[in-house]
């Protein structure tokens, strides 16, 4: 068994473990994942505010104020948003951001830090 430990893509627990199976294991989602399976697949192209390829694990900063629902302030302009991940749909950014959580974030409200 292997000793590497791999960030979930689920959750971002940075402890995956091997599973023994060639598949890696989430101690605190439970989510199973086989990382070569994750490689194959085709990310969308997801580009910034000024035109730039954005990629997963990429650092962005938010460049202008954004409403949260049900937060008690907005995301502030200059945030920087660390390890993002590419997605299909209308909010193409998932990441978390400190002090709010787990986030969707559109791609034309940021710029590649």
Known sequence: MSDELKTCPQCEC???YATGTGAYACPECGH???PKALQDEETPIVKDANGNVLQN???VIVIKNLPVKGASGPIKA?????NIRLAEGDHNIDCKID???AMAL????????
């Open 14 to 16: 940075p402890y995956g």
């Open 57 to 59: 694990g990429d650092t």
């Open 32 to 34: 199973e994942w086989d």
């Open 99 to 101: 002090g709010f959580g």
């Open 78 to 82: 200059g945030t920087k948003v660390k």
């Open 106 to 113: 559109k791609s034309e409200f940021v710029k590649k830090a």
